[in-house]
C-alpha cells in the first residue's frame, strides 16, 4: 500500500512522519501551501497527515515531499493506514516495541532527572565535570544535541524560530563562559522536553488510533460457492460478506441470511446487542456476538459509516476554536519577547548565566498544546460514545450557546409514527383514500409517509405507480396516478381546503389537529377526498434532558415543526418550551438567522432533509444521525449516532468542561512561565534548574487535560 492516495483528481492524503506539537503542523503546512498549484492543505497532529487538494498538473509527491523534508520532516515511502481512502490499521508489532521502549528511556530520564539537580544542588555536578577537559565536554554537547541543533539551524534558514531556538542560544551562552556541564544539561532537558511533548501528544492521538483499531483489516467474501478472505479494501458494493460468531462485520450492508446478537457499542456507544436477522441493516465494525450472517455490502471503505466516523475525527482539527487561534497568536510572539527578556537581562545585569536561564526556561509549546490537546481528548471521548464532534470550535460554541432550537418529527419524537385516522370525503372509501395517498409516498423519505404506507401495508391495499413525483419540502408531496394529480399535504392544508367538500375537509383537520395529531389533506385534481391523522410517541427521555440543558445554560428553548399549530401546541406544552408551526426549511433558517442577529449562539438539532438548511446555518447544528438522513449528518457540525437524547446535555457538559479545561491550561502555563522568566531574570534560577522546569508544563497539561477522557455520558 502506498504513502499517497488519491480520492479524487485533486485531492491527496499525505502521510507526515515527525510531527510531534502544534507548531509542526504550522511549519507542514507553511511548507505544502508555498508550492504552486496547491489551493488548500490541512496538517493534521492526530492522525500525523497531510489533506492536500492541488492541481495534479502543477504538483506531485515528489514535490509535497521535498517541500516536507524542507520543513525538517519526512513522508515515509509507505504507510500503515493511507489516509481516509482506507481505515487505519492496528499498530505493527514494532510501533509497540518503540513505545514500551519510550517508557523505559522516560524512567531512566526521571532517575538522571532526580540526579542532576540533587547533584546541582549540593554543588556535587561541578566536582564531577570540572576534571573533563573543555574540549572534551564540547563534543559531549554537539553529539548529544545535535539532532536538536539541526533542527534549529534548518528552521534559522528559513528564518523560522521554534521552540528550541532560544534554548540552543541558552546553550551557546553556558559554553561561552566556559560551563559545558551546564550546556549538556540543558540539551539533557531539551530532550527530556522532547520526550514529555512526545508522551503528550501521542495521548491525544490514542483516541484516534483506539477506535482506528477496530476496523476489520479482511473480508470473507462469496465468489461462486466459494468463501474467499480478501482484504477489505477490495471488497465491492454489492458483494456478499459471510461474517462468523465473534467476528467483526466488515462492511456496512443488509443481511439476506442467518441471525445474530450484534454489538454496536464500539460504533454507537449503545450498550445493549441488537438481533438481527433477513432485512435488517449492519454496519461496519460492528461485532456478531452470536450467530452467523451473510452481509449483502451496501458501503465499504471510507464510505461506511465507520470510515465516516475517522473522517470526522481526523478532521477535527481543520475546525480549530477561536480560544486556540488567540493561542497561536500568543505563542507566536512569546519567543520574541522572550528574546527581548533575555537582551534586557544581559544588558541590565552583565550576567550570561542568567540570560541562558531566561532563554532556557521559556516553554513555548505548552502554549500551542494548552488547547489541541484538551480539544482533541474531548473529540475523542465523545468519539468513543457515538457523538462526533468536527472540531474544536464547536465545542467551544456549544460551551457559550443559549439556544437550543429544535425539530419535531423523528427528532423529540420516536420518528415511527403512526397512521390513526382515515376521515374520506366526497363518496370516498377509507381503502380507497388510504391507496392513492400510500401511491403517492411511495417514494418519499418523510416518517408520515412511512406512516401512511405501512398502514396501507397492514390493510394488504393494492398500490399503483406514482408518475412524475414531486417532494414538496414542508408541504407534502406531489404525484401523477392513472393521469390525475394527488396531493398529500403535511402542512398548510388548510388554504388546500377550499372549494367542493372544502368546509367537510376543514372541519376534520381542525378536530384531528385539537387532538394533537399531525393532520394531513389528500386531494384529486385538487378536490379534497380526505383527511388522514398520523400520531408520534414522544421520546421518554426529551423531558429530563432538556431540563438538564436548562440547567446546562441555555435560556431559550423552541420547537421548529413544519406541522400545525395545534398538534406543535400539545407537545410544546407538555415540555414547556416555545413553539413555532407550519413551517418551511426557509423558514427555519430564517428564524436561525433572527437569532443570530441579536447577539446569541444557536444551536439546532434535527434528523431530517428539511432540516438540513438550518442545521448548516446554526452555529452549532446537532443531527441525530442514526436515524437521520444522510444529507443532514453532513450539514450538521455535530453526529449523535446514537438517537438518545441523553447525549445531548452529556455533549453540553462535555463543551463547557473541555473549555475550562482549556482556560485552566492557558492560564497554568503563563503563571508557570511568567513565573520561570522572573526568577531567572532575577538569578535565582540557574540554567540547570530553569531546563528542568520548562519541560514540565507539557505533562501539567497532559494530566489536566486527560480527565476529558473519563467524561461521563
Known amino acids: 500500500m502506498t504513502a499517497l492516495t488519491a480520492h479524487d483528481s485533486s485531492v491527496l492524503d499525505v502521510p507526515i512522519a515527525g510531527m510531534d506539537c502544534a507548531e509542526c503542523t504550522q511549519h507542514v503546512q507553511q511548507a505544502i501551501a508555498a508550492l504552486p498549484g496547491v489551493a488548500a492543505v490541512d496538517v493534521f497532529l492526530s492522525s ?140 539533557l532537558f531539551m530532550h527530556v522536553g522532547n520526550f514529555a511533548e512526545n508522551f503528550t501528544t501521542e495521548r491525544s492521538r490514542r483516541a484516534l488510533k483506539n477506535l482506528a483499531a477496530l476496523a476489520p483489516q479482511t473480508a470473507r467474501v462469496m465468489r461462486g460457492h466459494d468463501e474467499i478472505d480478501l482484504p477489505v479494501g477490495q471488497v ?173 418529527t423523528g427528532t423529540l419524537t420516536l420518528g415511527q409514527p403512526t397512521l390513526s385516522d382515515v376521515v374520506p370525503l366526497g363518496g370516498w372509501t377509507e381503502a380507497a383514500v388510504l391507496a392513492l395517498a400510500a401511491t ?95 400520531t408520534d410517541t414522544l421520546r421518554p427521555e426529551v423531558p429530563a434532558a432538556l431540563a438538564e440543558v436548562r440547567r446546562a445554560g441555555v435560556r431559550q428553548i423552541e420547537l421548529l415543526t413544519g406541522d400545525n399549530a395545534r398538534a406543535a401546541r400539545v407537545l410544546a406544552d407538555q415540555l414547556g418550551v416555545g413553539f413555532r408551526a407550519e413551517l418551511l426549511p426557509a423558514d427555519k433558517i430564517a428564524i436561525v438567522r433572527d437569532y443570530q442577529a441579536r447577539g446569541h449562539t444557536v444551536v439546532m438539532v434535527g434528523d431530517g432533509v428539511n432540516d438540513a438548511p438550518a442545521l448548516a446555518q446554526a452555529d452549532v447544528g446537532l443531527a441525530m444521525g442514526r436515524a437521520g438522513a444522510d444529507l443532514a449528518i453532513e450539514a450538521a457540525h455535530v453526529v449523535l449516532l446514537r438517537d438518545d437524547w441523553r447525549l445531548v446535555p452529556a455533549l453540553f457538559g462535555l463543551a463547557r468542561r473541555a473549555l475550562r479545561t482549556v482556560r485552566l491550561n492557558l492560564a497554568f502555563t503563563t503563571v508557570y512561565n511568567l513565573a520561570g522568566l522572573t526568577l531567572a531574570a532575577a538569578g535565582l534560577l540557574p540554567p540547570v534548574f530553569a531546563a528542568a522546569a520548562q519541560s514540565l508544563p507539557d505533562l501539567g497539561i497532559l494530566a489536566n487535560s486527560s480527565r476529558l477522557l473519563r467524561h461521563k455520558f
Open 440 to 534: 403517492a409516498e411511495r417514494y418519499s423519505e418523510h416518517p408520515l409517509a412511512e406512516a401512511v404506507r405501512a398502514a396501507a401495508r397492514a390493510r394488504a391495499l393494492s398500490l399503483g405507480q406514482p408518475e412524475d413525483f414531486v417532494a414538496l419540502p414542508g408541504h407534502g408531496v406531489r404525484a401523477r396516478i392513472d393521469g390525475r394529480w394527488v396531493t398529500v399535504s403535511h402542512a398548510r392544508a388548510w388554504a388546500a381546503s377550499s372549494g367542493a367538500g372544502g368546509a367537510e375537509a376543514r372541519a376534520a383537520l381542525e378536530r384531528l389537529a385539537a387532538e394533537g395529531k399531525s393532520a394531513m389533506l389528500v386531494t384529486c385534481d385538487g378536490a379534497p377526498v380526505g383527511v388522514m391523522g398520523v
Open 48 to 187: 500525523e497527515k497531510a489533506v492536500v487538494r492541488l492541481d495534479p498538473a502543477r504538483v506531485g509527491l515528489a514535490q509535497i515531499r521535498a517541500a516536507v523534508q524542507t520543513a525538517g520532516y519526512s513522508v515515509p515511502a509507505a504507510a500503515v493506514g493511507a489516509g481516509r481512502a482506507a481505515v487505519p490499521a492496528r499498530l505493527a508489532p514494532y510501533a509497540v516495541t518503540a513505545q514500551r521502549l519510550g517508557l523505559v528511556v522516560g524512567a531512566a530520564f526521571g532517575v538522571v532527572l532526580i540526579v542532576v539537580v540533587v547533584g546541582e544542588w549540593f554543588g556535587l555536578l561541578a566536582q564531577l565535570t570540572d576534571r573533563v577537559p573543555f574540549p572534551v565536554g564540547l563534543l559531549i554537547v554537539l553529539v548529544a544535541g545535535w539532532p536538536i541543533f539541526r533542527r534549529v539551524l534548518r528552521a534559522a534558514w528559513r528564518r523560522q524560530v521554534i521552540s528550541h531556538t532560544l534554548m540552543t542560544l541558552g546553550v551557546v551562552a553556558a559554553l561561552a563562559v566556559g560551563q559545558w556541564a551546564t550546556a549538556a544539561v540543558v540539551v
Open 236 to 408: 465491492q458494493p454489492g458483494d456478499v460478506v459471510v461474517v462468523r460468531p465473534g467476528e467483526a462485520i466488515p462492511v456496512d450492508g443488509d443481511v439476506i441470511a442467518g441471525q445474530a446478537t450484534v454489538d454496536q457499542a464500539a460504533l454507537t456507544g449503545e450498550p445493549l446487542p441488537v438481533e438481527v436477522g433477513p432485512g435488517a441493516g449492519v454496519l461496519a465494525a460492528s461485532l456478531a456476538r452470536l450467530g452467523s450472517l451473510r452481509v449483502r455490502a451496501t458501503r465499504v471503505g471510507a464510505a461506511t459509516t465507520f470510515g465516516r466516523v475517522i473522517q470526522l475525527v481526523e478532521s477535527a482539527e481543520a475546525h480549530r476554536a477561536e480560544v486556540q487561534r488567540v493561542a497561536d497568536v500568543f505563542s507566536a510572539w512569546y519567543l520574541p519577547v522572550v528574546a527581548v527578556i533575555a537582551a534586557l537581562t544581559f544588558l541590565l545585569r552583565r550576567d550570561p548565566l542568567a540570560t541562558a536561564a531566561v532563554l532556557v526556561v521559556a516553554c513555548s509549546c505548552s502554549f500551542a498544546l494548552a488547547t489541541p490537546i484538551a480539544m482533541l481528548a474531548s473529540i475523542g471521548a465523545g468519539a468513543r460514545r457515538g457523538v462526533l464532534v468536527k472540531g474544536g470550535k464547536y465545542l467551544e460554541l456549544l460551551a457559550r450557546a443559549d439556544v437550543l432550537l429544535v425539530d419535531k
